[in-house]
Protein backbone atom coordinates (compact mmCIF):
# COMPACT_ATOMS: atom_id res chain seq x y z
CA UNK A 1 0.00 0.00 0.00
CA UNK A 2 1.10 3.54 -1.02
CA UNK A 3 2.14 6.31 1.38
CA UNK A 4 -0.42 8.30 2.54
CA UNK A 5 0.50 12.42 2.42
CA UNK A 6 0.95 12.49 5.89
CA UNK A 7 3.43 9.95 6.37
CA UNK A 8 5.42 11.68 3.36
CA UNK A 9 5.84 14.49 5.58
CA UNK A 10 9.27 14.27 7.09
CA UNK A 11 10.84 13.36 3.76
CA UNK A 12 9.25 16.49 2.22
CA UNK A 13 10.62 18.79 5.11
CA UNK A 14 14.17 17.48 5.16
CA UNK A 15 13.65 17.84 1.10
CA UNK A 16 12.89 21.54 1.35
CA UNK A 17 15.78 22.68 4.19
CA UNK A 18 17.77 20.80 1.43
CA UNK A 19 16.44 22.68 -1.52
CA UNK A 20 15.95 26.18 0.00
CA UNK A 21 18.41 26.78 2.70
CA UNK A 22 18.11 28.24 5.74
CA UNK A 23 17.20 31.90 6.08
CA UNK A 24 20.30 34.40 6.51
CA UNK A 25 19.10 36.52 9.19
CA UNK A 26 17.51 33.13 11.46
CA UNK A 27 18.75 30.14 10.29
CA UNK A 28 17.89 28.28 13.45
CA UNK A 29 14.05 29.78 12.78
CA UNK A 30 13.23 27.57 9.59
CA UNK A 31 15.39 24.38 10.94
CA UNK A 32 13.12 24.55 13.76
CA UNK A 33 10.18 25.37 12.55
CA UNK A 34 10.21 22.34 10.06
CA UNK A 35 11.07 20.07 13.18
CA UNK A 36 8.00 21.48 14.58
CA UNK A 37 6.06 20.57 11.90
CA UNK A 38 6.68 17.51 11.45
CA UNK A 39 6.26 16.80 15.14
CA UNK A 40 2.94 18.30 14.86
CA UNK A 41 1.82 15.99 12.30
CA UNK A 42 2.46 12.76 13.45
CA UNK A 43 0.85 13.95 16.75
CA UNK A 44 -2.40 14.40 14.70
CA UNK A 45 -1.81 11.23 13.41
CA UNK A 46 -1.19 9.52 16.46
CA UNK A 47 -4.53 11.45 18.27
CA UNK A 48 -6.49 9.76 15.45
CA UNK A 49 -7.48 12.99 13.29
CA UNK A 50 -9.38 12.78 10.34
CA UNK A 51 -6.72 12.13 7.13
CA UNK A 52 -8.54 14.81 5.60
CA UNK A 53 -8.03 17.22 8.25
CA UNK A 54 -4.30 16.08 8.14
CA UNK A 55 -3.66 16.64 4.45
CA UNK A 56 -4.95 20.13 4.83
CA UNK A 57 -3.02 20.68 7.89
CA UNK A 58 0.06 19.72 6.03
CA UNK A 59 -0.87 21.82 3.13
CA UNK A 60 -1.39 24.67 5.01
CA UNK A 61 1.84 24.26 6.69
CA UNK A 62 3.74 23.88 3.69
CA UNK A 63 2.34 27.19 2.55
CA UNK A 64 3.30 28.63 6.05
CA UNK A 65 7.06 27.43 6.02
CA UNK A 66 7.59 28.96 2.41
CA UNK A 67 6.11 32.60 3.82
CA UNK A 68 8.85 32.03 6.77
CA UNK A 69 11.55 31.25 4.94
CA UNK A 70 10.78 34.23 1.91
CA UNK A 71 10.68 36.49 5.07
CA UNK A 72 13.25 35.46 6.82
CA UNK A 73 11.90 35.87 10.25
CA UNK A 74 13.01 35.01 13.79
CA UNK A 75 11.21 32.26 16.09
CA UNK A 76 9.89 34.59 18.32
CA UNK A 77 7.70 36.59 15.32
CA UNK A 78 5.99 32.97 14.08
CA UNK A 79 3.46 32.95 16.15
CA UNK A 80 1.87 36.57 16.49
CA UNK A 81 -1.38 37.74 15.41
CA UNK A 82 0.76 40.56 12.62
CA UNK A 83 2.48 37.67 11.33
CA UNK A 84 -0.60 35.32 10.76
CA UNK A 85 -2.65 38.29 9.11
CA UNK A 86 0.34 38.91 6.80
CA UNK A 87 0.67 35.44 6.09
CA UNK A 88 -3.26 35.16 5.16
CA UNK A 89 -3.24 38.48 2.80
CA UNK A 90 -0.17 37.08 0.83
CA UNK A 91 -1.57 33.35 0.88
CA UNK A 92 -5.16 33.89 0.30
CA UNK A 93 -6.86 31.68 2.69
CA UNK A 94 -9.84 32.03 4.56
CA UNK A 95 -8.49 30.19 7.72
CA UNK A 96 -5.35 29.80 9.87
CA UNK A 97 -6.59 26.72 11.46
CA UNK A 98 -2.80 24.67 11.17
CA UNK A 99 -1.30 27.39 12.20
CA UNK A 100 -3.76 27.93 15.25
CA UNK A 101 -3.29 24.45 15.94
CA UNK A 102 0.78 24.29 15.51
CA UNK A 103 0.66 27.32 18.50
CA UNK A 104 -1.04 25.17 20.61
CA UNK A 105 0.51 22.40 20.45
CA UNK A 106 4.22 24.08 20.96
CA UNK A 107 2.95 25.33 23.86
CA UNK A 108 2.12 22.17 25.39
CA UNK A 109 5.65 21.45 24.52
CA UNK A 110 6.99 24.62 25.92
CA UNK A 111 8.40 25.91 22.68
CA UNK A 112 6.57 28.77 22.74
CA UNK A 113 4.67 30.63 25.64
CA UNK A 114 1.17 31.76 24.30
CA UNK A 115 -1.17 30.20 21.50
CA UNK A 116 -2.79 31.96 19.19
CA UNK A 117 -6.29 33.15 19.71
CA UNK A 118 -8.23 31.21 17.49
CA UNK A 119 -11.14 33.33 16.80
CA UNK A 120 -9.09 37.40 16.90
CA UNK A 121 -12.58 38.56 15.32
CA UNK A 122 -14.88 38.77 18.40
CA UNK A 123 -15.14 42.32 17.67
CA UNK A 124 -18.79 44.33 17.88
CA UNK A 125 -21.02 43.46 15.31
CA UNK A 126 -23.55 45.67 13.40
CA UNK A 127 -26.79 45.82 16.04
CA UNK A 128 -29.15 43.09 13.91
CA UNK A 129 -25.66 40.54 13.85
CA UNK A 130 -25.53 40.77 17.45
CA UNK A 131 -28.80 40.83 17.90
CA UNK A 132 -29.08 37.87 16.11
CA UNK A 133 -26.28 36.26 18.55
CA UNK A 134 -28.11 37.23 21.60
CA UNK A 135 -31.03 35.41 20.33
CA UNK A 136 -29.23 32.12 19.68
CA UNK A 137 -27.64 32.20 23.04
CA UNK A 138 -31.37 32.93 24.92
CA UNK A 139 -32.98 30.20 23.30
CA UNK A 140 -30.68 27.90 25.33
CA UNK A 141 -29.96 25.60 22.06
CA UNK A 142 -26.83 26.84 20.97
CA UNK A 143 -23.32 26.11 23.18
CA UNK A 144 -20.53 27.92 23.16
CA UNK A 145 -18.62 26.31 20.09
CA UNK A 146 -21.85 26.93 18.04
CA UNK A 147 -21.83 30.53 19.05
CA UNK A 148 -18.39 31.07 18.06
CA UNK A 149 -18.90 29.37 14.72
CA UNK A 150 -21.51 31.38 13.93
CA UNK A 151 -19.70 34.53 14.58
CA UNK A 152 -17.38 33.92 12.31
CA UNK A 153 -19.79 33.24 9.38
CA UNK A 154 -21.79 36.31 10.64
CA UNK A 155 -18.74 38.29 10.81
CA UNK A 156 -17.58 37.31 7.31
CA UNK A 157 -21.30 38.40 6.04
CA UNK A 158 -21.33 41.28 7.58
CA UNK A 159 -17.51 42.63 5.82
CA UNK A 160 -18.83 41.23 2.63
CA UNK A 161 -22.40 42.99 2.43
CA UNK A 162 -20.48 46.34 3.42
CA UNK A 163 -17.85 45.87 0.91
CA UNK A 164 -20.76 45.14 -1.79
CA UNK A 165 -23.03 48.35 -0.42
CA UNK A 166 -25.58 45.77 0.40
CA UNK A 167 -28.03 46.62 2.88
CA UNK A 168 -29.91 43.32 4.87
CA UNK A 169 -33.33 44.88 3.33
CA UNK A 170 -32.36 44.86 -0.46
CA UNK A 171 -30.07 41.65 0.24
CA UNK A 172 -31.13 38.96 -2.98
CA UNK A 173 -30.53 35.32 -3.27
CA UNK A 174 -27.57 35.99 -5.44
CA UNK A 175 -25.77 38.34 -3.51
CA UNK A 176 -25.98 35.25 -0.70
CA UNK A 177 -24.82 32.55 -3.57
CA UNK A 178 -21.33 34.81 -4.52
CA UNK A 179 -20.74 35.36 -0.78
CA UNK A 180 -20.76 31.53 0.26
CA UNK A 181 -18.91 30.83 -2.73
CA UNK A 182 -16.04 33.49 -2.04
CA UNK A 183 -16.45 32.30 1.61
CA UNK A 184 -16.89 28.87 1.93
CA UNK A 185 -14.04 28.14 -1.06
CA UNK A 186 -11.07 26.97 1.32
CA UNK A 187 -13.03 24.68 3.55
CA UNK A 188 -14.47 20.99 3.17
CA UNK A 189 -17.76 19.67 1.95
CA UNK A 190 -19.01 19.03 5.26
CA UNK A 191 -17.77 22.75 6.90
CA UNK A 192 -19.32 24.37 4.18
CA UNK A 193 -22.84 22.25 4.62
CA UNK A 194 -22.30 23.74 8.16
CA UNK A 195 -21.74 27.21 7.27
CA UNK A 196 -24.56 27.16 5.00
CA UNK A 197 -26.92 26.22 7.93
CA UNK A 198 -26.07 28.88 9.76
CA UNK A 199 -26.77 31.92 7.15
CA UNK A 200 -29.91 30.00 6.52
CA UNK A 201 -30.91 30.29 10.15
CA UNK A 202 -29.92 34.19 10.25
CA UNK A 203 -31.90 34.36 7.09
CA UNK A 204 -34.75 32.52 8.99
CA UNK A 205 -34.58 35.08 11.92
CA UNK A 206 -34.33 38.15 9.52
CA UNK A 207 -37.93 37.25 8.18
CA UNK A 208 -39.95 35.38 10.65
CA UNK A 209 -38.45 37.38 14.27
CA UNK A 210 -37.37 41.16 12.64
CA UNK A 211 -38.94 41.45 9.31
CA UNK A 212 -36.37 43.00 7.90
CA UNK A 213 -36.51 40.39 5.01
CA UNK A 214 -40.01 40.62 3.10
CA UNK A 215 -39.52 37.16 1.75
CA UNK A 216 -37.75 34.13 3.47
CA UNK A 217 -34.73 33.26 1.68
CA UNK A 218 -34.00 30.51 3.76
CA UNK A 219 -34.98 27.74 1.82
CA UNK A 220 -33.55 29.35 -1.26
CA UNK A 221 -29.73 28.71 -0.04
CA UNK A 222 -28.56 24.76 -0.55
CA UNK A 223 -28.39 23.67 2.89
CA UNK A 224 -28.55 20.59 4.98
CA UNK A 225 -29.40 17.82 2.57
CA UNK A 226 -32.96 17.56 1.81
CA UNK A 227 -34.03 14.08 1.28
CA UNK A 228 -36.54 13.92 -1.84
CA UNK A 229 -38.35 10.68 -2.68
CA UNK A 230 -35.39 9.50 -4.76
CA UNK A 231 -33.40 9.73 -2.19
CA UNK A 232 -34.79 9.47 1.13
CA UNK A 233 -32.95 8.75 4.73
CA UNK A 234 -30.59 5.97 4.84
CA UNK A 235 -30.81 3.44 7.51
CA UNK A 236 -29.11 0.36 9.12
CA UNK A 237 -30.95 -3.46 8.18
CA UNK A 238 -31.42 -5.72 10.83
CA UNK A 239 -28.48 -7.32 10.18
CA UNK A 240 -26.41 -4.38 10.06
CA UNK A 241 -27.39 -3.35 13.58
CA UNK A 242 -26.31 -7.27 14.73
CA UNK A 243 -23.31 -6.16 12.71
CA UNK A 244 -22.89 -3.02 14.71
CA UNK A 245 -23.56 -4.31 18.72
CA UNK A 246 -21.52 -7.46 17.92
CA UNK A 247 -18.09 -5.26 17.23
CA UNK A 248 -18.82 -3.00 19.97
CA UNK A 249 -15.91 -3.14 22.70
CA UNK A 250 -16.29 -2.59 26.89
CA UNK A 251 -12.63 -2.83 27.50
CA UNK A 252 -11.83 0.21 28.48
CA UNK A 253 -13.44 3.65 29.25
CA UNK A 254 -13.48 5.16 26.36
CA UNK A 255 -14.93 2.02 24.69
CA UNK A 256 -18.21 2.01 27.59
CA UNK A 257 -18.09 5.60 26.45
CA UNK A 258 -19.00 4.70 23.14
CA UNK A 259 -21.13 2.17 23.86
CA UNK A 260 -23.38 4.49 25.84
CA UNK A 261 -23.96 6.93 23.24
CA UNK A 262 -24.62 4.22 20.63
CA UNK A 263 -27.43 2.67 22.55
CA UNK A 264 -28.75 6.34 22.93
CA UNK A 265 -28.22 7.28 19.17
CA UNK A 266 -30.09 3.74 17.99
CA UNK A 267 -33.08 3.30 21.32
CA UNK A 268 -33.94 6.22 21.17
CA UNK A 269 -33.13 8.40 18.06
CA UNK A 270 -30.88 11.22 19.56
CA UNK A 271 -29.24 13.72 18.01
CA UNK A 272 -25.32 13.87 18.81
CA UNK A 273 -26.11 17.66 20.41
CA UNK A 274 -28.90 15.56 22.48
CA UNK A 275 -26.46 13.07 23.85
CA UNK A 276 -23.90 15.36 24.39
CA UNK A 277 -26.71 17.66 26.74
CA UNK A 278 -28.14 14.73 28.94
CA UNK A 279 -27.16 14.56 32.57
CA UNK A 280 -27.51 12.56 35.49
CA UNK A 281 -30.75 14.43 37.05
CA UNK A 282 -32.31 13.82 33.31
CA UNK A 283 -32.41 10.14 34.07
CA UNK A 284 -34.75 7.89 36.27
CA UNK A 285 -32.94 4.77 36.75
CA UNK A 286 -35.68 3.60 38.59
CA UNK A 287 -38.24 4.32 36.60
CA UNK A 288 -35.95 3.89 33.57
CA UNK A 289 -37.23 7.24 31.64
CA UNK A 290 -34.95 10.17 29.86
CA UNK A 291 -36.10 13.73 30.19
CA UNK A 292 -35.27 15.87 27.32
CA UNK A 293 -35.47 19.37 28.14
CA UNK A 294 -34.10 22.22 25.13
CA UNK A 295 -34.88 20.04 21.87
CA UNK A 296 -34.52 21.21 18.86
CA UNK A 297 -38.30 22.37 18.59
CA UNK A 298 -38.48 23.18 22.08
CA UNK A 299 -40.63 21.04 23.19
CA UNK A 300 -39.36 18.68 26.29
CA UNK A 301 -39.92 14.93 26.41
CA UNK A 302 -39.74 11.96 28.54
CA UNK A 303 -38.96 9.03 27.23
CA UNK A 304 -38.66 5.06 28.46
CA UNK A 305 -35.12 3.54 28.14
CA UNK A 306 -35.03 0.26 26.98
CA UNK A 307 -33.83 -1.78 29.62
CA UNK A 308 -30.11 -2.41 27.38
CA UNK A 309 -29.37 0.98 27.17
CA UNK A 310 -29.83 1.56 31.02
CA UNK A 311 -27.56 -1.35 31.91
CA UNK A 312 -25.03 0.45 29.26
CA UNK A 313 -25.73 3.96 31.31
CA UNK A 314 -25.29 1.93 34.04
CA UNK A 315 -22.04 -0.12 33.45
CA UNK A 316 -20.62 3.19 31.81
CA UNK A 317 -20.45 4.77 35.63
CA UNK A 318 -19.29 2.40 37.31
CA UNK A 319 -16.42 1.16 35.14
CA UNK A 320 -15.99 4.47 32.60
CA UNK A 321 -17.56 7.61 33.92
CA UNK A 322 -14.51 9.85 35.18
CA UNK A 323 -15.07 11.28 38.83
CA UNK A 324 -16.12 14.67 38.24
CA UNK A 325 -19.04 17.13 39.95
CA UNK A 326 -20.05 17.66 36.53
CA UNK A 327 -23.03 16.51 36.03
CA UNK A 328 -23.84 15.92 32.19
CA UNK A 329 -23.41 11.91 31.71
CA UNK A 330 -20.95 12.15 28.90
CA UNK A 331 -17.62 13.46 30.01
CA UNK A 332 -14.03 13.77 28.75
CA UNK A 333 -11.34 11.74 29.95
CA UNK A 334 -9.09 15.02 30.27
CA UNK A 335 -9.12 17.18 33.44
CA UNK A 336 -11.11 18.71 34.34
CA UNK A 337 -13.52 16.16 33.05
CA UNK A 338 -16.29 18.55 31.34
CA UNK A 339 -18.78 17.74 29.26
CA UNK A 340 -17.87 16.69 25.33
CA UNK A 341 -18.95 18.16 22.11
CA UNK A 342 -21.43 17.03 20.21
CA UNK A 343 -18.97 17.04 17.68
CA UNK A 344 -17.08 14.26 19.38
CA UNK A 345 -20.03 12.43 20.26
CA UNK A 346 -20.62 11.82 16.39
CA UNK A 347 -16.92 11.19 15.81
CA UNK A 348 -16.69 8.75 18.36
CA UNK A 349 -19.99 6.84 16.76
CA UNK A 350 -18.97 6.55 13.67
CA UNK A 351 -15.82 5.49 14.37
CA UNK A 352 -17.54 2.55 15.92
CA UNK A 353 -19.70 2.17 12.82
CA UNK A 354 -16.72 2.18 10.61
CA UNK A 355 -14.75 -0.07 12.80
CA UNK A 356 -18.02 -2.42 12.46
CA UNK A 357 -17.35 -2.61 8.41
CA UNK A 358 -20.24 0.22 7.56
CA UNK A 359 -20.24 2.39 5.54
CA UNK A 360 -22.76 4.66 6.85
CA UNK A 361 -22.98 7.45 9.67
CA UNK A 362 -24.42 8.61 13.15
CA UNK A 363 -28.07 10.00 11.57
CA UNK A 364 -28.19 6.61 10.15
CA UNK A 365 -29.06 5.42 13.89
CA UNK A 366 -31.63 8.15 14.23
CA UNK A 367 -33.35 7.10 10.75
CA UNK A 368 -33.52 3.35 12.19
CA UNK A 369 -35.23 4.45 14.89
CA UNK A 370 -37.74 6.48 13.07
CA UNK A 371 -38.30 3.17 10.97
CA UNK A 372 -38.68 0.90 13.90
CA UNK A 373 -41.27 3.37 15.50
CA UNK A 374 -43.35 3.40 11.94
CA UNK A 375 -43.01 -0.69 12.18
CA UNK A 376 -44.00 -0.86 15.39
CA UNK A 377 -47.78 1.18 14.48
CA UNK A 378 -46.98 4.81 15.59
CA UNK A 379 -48.44 7.56 13.63
CA UNK A 380 -46.75 10.01 11.47
CA UNK A 381 -46.90 12.93 14.31
CA UNK A 382 -46.42 10.41 16.96
CA UNK A 383 -42.58 9.86 15.19
CA UNK A 384 -42.63 13.90 14.80
CA UNK A 385 -42.76 14.40 18.73
CA UNK A 386 -40.26 11.82 19.28
CA UNK A 387 -37.58 12.62 17.11
CA UNK A 388 -37.98 15.90 18.47
CA UNK A 389 -38.80 17.72 14.58
CA UNK A 390 -40.09 21.01 14.19
CA UNK A 391 -42.03 20.63 11.67
CA UNK A 392 -44.19 17.72 9.78
CA UNK A 393 -43.05 17.46 7.03
CA UNK A 394 -39.47 16.82 8.40
CA UNK A 395 -41.09 13.87 9.71
CA UNK A 396 -42.98 12.87 6.28
CA UNK A 397 -40.02 11.24 4.90
CA UNK A 398 -39.94 8.82 6.39
CA UNK A 399 -43.18 7.68 5.12
CA UNK A 400 -41.63 7.02 1.86
CA UNK A 401 -38.71 5.05 2.75
CA UNK A 402 -41.06 3.23 5.06
CA UNK A 403 -43.54 2.25 2.40
CA UNK A 404 -40.32 0.63 0.25
CA UNK A 405 -39.61 -1.24 2.93
CA UNK A 406 -42.61 -2.83 3.31
CA UNK A 407 -42.25 -3.31 -0.24
CA UNK A 408 -38.75 -5.03 -0.36
CA UNK A 409 -39.71 -7.21 2.93
CA UNK A 410 -43.05 -8.32 1.22
CA UNK A 411 -42.72 -8.31 -2.63
CA UNK A 412 -38.97 -9.62 -2.58
CA UNK A 413 -38.26 -6.20 -4.37
CA UNK A 414 -34.88 -4.50 -3.53
CA UNK A 415 -35.25 -1.10 -2.28
Known amino acids: MADSPIQQCTPWLEWYIQQYGPPQKDPAAVARLIRATADYLNWMKSVNYRLGT ?50 RYLVKQGQ ?14 AGIFEDYLQFRQDSHQTDTHQLVA ?6 ALCDYLSEQDITLQRLRIEDLD ?30 HQRDILKKDLAPLLIGAPQFAKAKPPKFLRPHEVKQLFDS ?21 GLRPCEICRITLDDIAFKKALLSLEGRKNDQPLTLP ?15 GRPDSKDRHLILSFHAPYGPIVAGLVGHYIQQAMHKAGLSSTPYWLRHS ?21 RHIESSRKYLHIHTDLMREVILDEPL
Not at 178 to 198: D, H, L, N
Not at 200 to 205: A, C, H, T, V, W
Not at 370 to 387: D, N, P, T
Open 112 to 125: IKTPLPQHPQQRKL
Open 305 to 319: IPEKTLKAIVAYMVG
Open 150 to 155: IRRVLS
Open 178 to 207: AFMAKFCQPFSSGTCCTYRTIVRGFLSYLH
Open 54 to 103: QYRHQMQLELFLDFVKNRRLPWQQLFTVNTREHFKKVSGLATTAAINGLS
Open 369 to 389: YAQHLLSSGASIYEVKQMLGH
Open 248 to 268: LSVNSAKDLRTYVMVHLAYTL
